[in-house]
């Protein structure tokens, strides 16, 4: 299991804390993808429930045939794992999923909608106990702060993007209750 420690740290055990944020990085993310197509919403998901990508699989039952997770099918998916979750609308959740909207001409109006979800990404959300926010991202296999996602992955991903303006938002997020992984 590989994880990331937020800290403080504490003096009674080193390097943990009873107020620390463990992180879950999926370690299976190449195989699933490369067995099922896993990307951004499934890995996003695995990674806040705390479970290998190949554990979230059967929580979206028709990612063969549609190999996209909007905010029905992610919510969906919360509710087959039996995971407390409550609806943010555009706000950062301490611990939770969100729906990241890529900026650019798509977002006109005028433009059918469907033209925005096809620029759209799902991330894992955190907030550390200092109070920074923390992104899971499939692209960088890891969770990153604000600033090094914006740094890091943010450019790669808006750079292969006809007309985008490297700028996004949070389209849809939600909370999620911290608690065991699934059976």
Known sequence: MEQLLLLPPSPFTPGVSHDSTI?????DVEAAYQ??????????????LG??????????????RKPWVNPSTMWTALSLARRPARKLGQQWPAYGLCHIQWEGPWLSPGV??????????????ATSPAGRPM??????????????WEQ???????EMMPRATGG???RWSCAVEEKEPLP
């Open 168 to 170: 996004w938002h949070i």
């Open 112 to 125: 059918p909608i469907g033209a925005a979800y096809r620029h759209t990404h799902w991330i894992g959300a």
């Open 23 to 27: 992180l879950y990085c999926p370690s």
């Open 35 to 48: 067995e099922w197509g896993a990307n951004c919403g499934p890995a996003a998901l695995a990674a806040v």
């Open 152 to 158: 890091e992955v943010v450019s790669l991903i808006t």
């Open 135 to 148: 992104i899971y991202d499939i692209n960088a296999d890891a969770w990153l702060t604000m600033a090094s």
């Open 51 to 64: 479970v290998p990508l190949a554990r979230v699989r059967r929580l979206f039952p028709e990612f063969a």
